[in-house]
């Protein structure tokens, strides 16, 4: 629901399902993207730390860190969920590529960059590190590099283009 913009019907709909479930993980992290995006940082963070304390693997962390990316909220507060994560799993090139799509978010190219280079030098193939740089190159300027990257990326995964237009991040 907080996807079509019904951030009130989404936070309702979580709410209820956590009365059923009460702590569960990825309840309150739907209900905490549905905070943030209706304007309530305070409570989005509330559950957001809950979330935090129940996620014990490290790809608990990360999924967390890519649900906050993807929807575009609480960066800073993603970014330090995917810190957590590479603590626990420092070569985890799903890690490395949700941690640089923060980086890119937070418009920190040159960082993402890094970071998505990282994710490469383990998972050469991997589309979305691909075309996560390559949308960082053509921010940077550097129209060789980003075509480069973007056609090794839709060479491997086709759809990966749509799926970063989706979360509002267009080459």
Known sequence: MSETGDHAGAIATTTAA???APGDLWL???RGVAYAKAGDPARAEKDFAAARSKAVEPEQLNDICWTKATAGVMLDSALADCDAALIKAPDAAPILDSR???LLRLGRLDDAIGTYDRALAKYPR???SLFGRSIAWSRKGDKAKSD???SAALKIDPD???RFERYGIKL
Request: aromatic share 6%; glycine share 0%; no cysteine.
């Open 18 to 20: 956590l009365a059923k």
């Open 28 to 30: 309150l992290v739907a």
């Open 100 to 102: 640089a799509f923060v």
């Open 126 to 128: 991997l589309a979305p």
């Open 148 to 150: 480069a990257d973007a």
């Open 160 to 162: 990966v283009k749509d």
